[in-house]
């Protein structure tokens, strides 16, 4: 059964730094393209980070030089780094399996639960 799932979110303050990971089973995550993506309460969710499976990656403007997203290809994970967090920063991070490079969720087949990350000054 494929399957992704999400860990290391949590509550901590501005400008301090968490590490996301989506362990993939089921099938091989470092063969597809991949994203992490947040939601706040009431909205859409909306794209973080993404990694083609070459290896490219691309980032949400608010995140950019910020937040790192990357594999481990060993451990079939893939992970976000997130630093300098900001209270704008806070919802659920869900990863998601994506069809193509691409941050549109219609995109995705494949998603985790999501992990909540709390940002507070």
């Known amino acids: 059964q494929e399957q992704l799932v999400e860990s290391g979110g949590g509550s901590v303050k501005v400008g301090g730094s968490l590490r996301l990971s989506c362990s993939a089973s089921g099938f091989r995550s470092n063969s597809e393209s991949m994203g992490w993506f947040r939601q706040a309460p009431g909205q859409e969710r909306k794209g973080v980070a993404i990694i083609s499976f070459r290896g490219d990656t691309s980032y949400a403007g608010s995140v950019k030089g910020r937040f790192t997203i990357s594999r481990d290809n060993a451990k079939n994970t893939l992970y976000l780094q997130m630093n300098s967090l900001k209270p704008e920063d806070s919802g659920t991070y869900s990863c998601?399996?994506?069809?193509?490079?691409?941050?549109?969720?219609?995109?995705?087949?494949?998603w985790g639960p999501g992990t909540q990350v709390t940002v507070s000054s």
């Open positions: 998601g399996r994506a069809r193509a490079y691409s941050w549109l969720t219609s995109d995705y087949d494949l």
